[in-house]
């Protein structure tokens, strides 16, 4: 069964304190992983989608790499609002073109 | 429309009602997804349409749980005789056709948070 796990939960930085959030999947063929962006009362918000390992996709701040095994979204010298939560997803090649999420990082950037 | 538009934003049904959340997808997109989240959790996959094709309901929890979208835009969920553990944000997603939302991302709405009393 395809599993995401998110860690940690919760980050708290400081403006400009660079860090990484952590995704590791297993998932039986990968068609892509995606990482989303979601603020309070609203819907996940599409950054990137990856789809073999070794690839790497960068917008702004951020930039999410992927193995076989995981992916790491690096946050460079953040903002407050960089502050959210970061969803990661699966998509399967042999379950049609479900997402299976993660619990998601809640990540808090204080000035 | 410019988003994904889930109607009504909020609502409140007492334990054994029937509930009915509409999604207007964007003008175009083939493929459409209802997605559950409960309070601090990922969104979890429902159902899925191509068109009006109901091509995946593995993820529907019970037979409770009905979804249609007859004209292949307007989608509509439905939850019969609604319990307490039904309380969570039903989130719609959509994309122009199935494989793009892998390119550009499956676009959600704001979602319609549903609480049970």
């Known amino acids: ?111 | 429309g410019a988003g994904v538009s889930q109607s009504p934003r909020y609502k409140v049904a007492k334990r054994g009602q029937d509930v009915a959340l509409r999604c207007d997808p964007i003008s175009g997109h083939v493929s459409l997804f209802w997605y559950q989240q409960a309070l601090g959790q990922g969104p979890e996959f429902l159902t899925y349409f191509q068109n009006e094709a109901q091509l995946d309901k593995s993820g529907l929890p019970s037979d409770r749980f009905f979804a249609e979208r007859p004209e292949g835009s307007v989608s509509t969920l439905k939850i019969q005789r609604t319990q307490q553990e039904d309380s969570a944000v039903y989130l719609c997603a959509s994309s122009l056709v199935p494989l793009t939302g892998t390119d550009y991302g499956y676009t959600f709405g704001s979602g319609t948070r549903l609480t049970v009393v």
Do not use: M
Not at chain 1, 2 to 28: F, I, K, M, W
Not at chain 1, 32 to 37: D, E, N, S
């Open chain 1, 1 to 111: 069964e395809d599993q995401v796990t998110q860690s940690p939960e919760a980050l708290r930085l400081q403006e400009g304190e660079s860090s990484s959030l952590n995704c590791s999947y297993t998932v039986s063929g990968l068609r892509g992983l995606f990482w989303y962006r979601q603020d309070p009362g609203k819907g996940p918000e599409f950054l990137f989608t990856l789809y073999s390992a070794g690839e790497e996709k960068e917008k702004e701040r951020l930039k999410a790499t992927l193995t076989k095994k995981e992916s790491f979204l690096h946050i460079t010298a953040p903002k407050p609002e960089d502050s959210a939560t970061y969803l990661c997803a699966v998509q399967a090649k042999n379950s049609g073109y479900a997402l299976n999420f993660g619990k998601g990082t809640s990540l808090l950037v204080t000035p």
